[in-house]
């Protein structure tokens, strides 16, 4: 591992020397995903994580695992599911080459997040090869680590521009003792109040999501716990129960976004606060109880960031067909002048030349 490590660090002090972007990647899965802001003129040096491969600690009991960046996630969920424990984060992989660097660094989480909350959460410890060719460590590998800035949670979803992650430890989880799936026709407006209606109960809801098929709208809720509390769950908000091959494959193409729903070529992801009503913007995929809008059409970015805003939340284009130019201000929400400031100073801090990602995540940055 160290010779691959060092390899690496040539390669970004050479960049450095040179003015050079670094553009970091593992498999390629989520190239599509953030700003794309190279000139004609960059002569750009792509920085491969996957040589750094292999799981560094598992101890199945501390519930932790530690792995380098260009692991495999199949090989993190293979190795986990042994031992009956997860991701609790449901991270999408979008294809079989994603590796555990590109899961953290674009902090996309899956319909799993409802019940058990964001990726950052589960972020214990990195280690990151900066823009100086160093390895500067963060956090470590318990669950209680209080020392110093949480930095590894701030590398979670940075989209590299910080610099390069080679080793994250993460927090795991149990897997549930059952999973139920209940649904119900119902509108998207039906749908919005029994979510929201739902948090004021202490029920074990690991997933949410309501989409029309074919001109009637579905919810679908996912139980996940102990059968006796799945059982009661049941009884008290109905709805019909969806075969456990079915759910199970559903689930997972929901999180792989391979829903026919994802087949349009514009995506919009909006953030909302809890209790929002329909935004009215087009084909709509509803996750999180509400909290996460699937737009499917091709908007003006001003009136979807209107919405959102108007909302308390955010709008990113996720995906937007071919030939279609970016938004001036890039895919993700505009920062607050004041968060811009922050940005911008931890980014000269890291990355003083700025030769990691330039723009990926933030226009400009």
């Known amino acids: 591992m160290k010779y691959e490590i060092a390899q690496l660090s040539e390669q970004v002090l050479e960049a450095r020397a040179n003015y050079r972007p670094v ?49 495999p996630l199949q090989e993190i969920t293979d190795t986990l599911e042994a031992s009956g424990q997860m991701l609790a984060f449901d991270p999408p992989a979008f294809g079989a080459q994603a ?7 674009s ?14 959460d589960y972020v214990l410890g990195t280690h990151l090869l900066d823009a100086q060719g160093r390895v500067l460590k963060f956090g470590g590998e318990v669950m209680k680590n209080v020392a110093g800035y949480d930095v590894s949670r701030l590398l979670a979803g940075s989209m590299g521009m910080f610099g390069a992650l080679l080793q994250i430890s993460v927090k795991v989880a149990p897997k549930p003792l059952q999973t139920l799936t209940l649904e119900w026709e119902c509108t998207e407006a039906a749908s919005l109040a029994m979510c929201h209606g739902m948090r004021a109960h202490p029920l074990p809801v690991s997933a949410s999501a309501w989409e029309l098929v074919g001109h009637r709208g579905r919810l679908r809720i996912r139980l996940a716990g102990a059968p006796a509390a799945i059982e009661s769950a049941r009884r008290k908000i109905g709805g019909e129960v969806v075969n456990e091959p079915e ?37 709509t995929l509803i996750e999180w109880g509400g909290g996460q809008r699937w737009i499917a059409a091709d908007l003006e970015p001003g009136m979807v960031r209107n ?33 811009t400031t922050i940005v911008k100073r931890l980014k000269q801090e890291f990355d003083p030349k700025g030769v990691f990602n330039p723009g990926r995540l933030v226009a400009g940055i």
């Open 307 to 339: 919405a959102a805003q108007q909302a308390h939340g955010h709008a990113t284009l996720f995906r937007m067909g071919a030939g279609k130019q970016a938004p001036e201000q890039g895919v993700f929400h505009p920062l607050t002048p004041a968060v």
């Open 247 to 283: 759910s199970s494959q559903y689930w997972q193409d929901l999180r792989e976004q391979r829903l026919s729903f994802f087949m349009a070529p514009h995506l919009w992801r909006v953030a909302v606060a809890p209790g929002t009503p329909a935004l009215n913007l087009g084909p």
């Open 99 to 105: 590796t555990l660097g590109g899961c953290i660094a």
């Open 23 to 71: 553009l970091i990647h593992g498999g390629h899965t989520k190239s599509f995903y953030g700003n794309q802001y190279l000139r004609s003129s960059d002569e750009p040096i792509s920085l491969d994580m996957r040589s750094l491969r292999g799981i560094v600690n598992y101890e199945p009991t501390e519930l932790v695992l530690t792995a380098l960046a260009g692991t």
């Open 107 to 120: 902090g996309l989480s899956g319909p799993g997040r409802l019940g058990a909350g964001p990726l950052k």
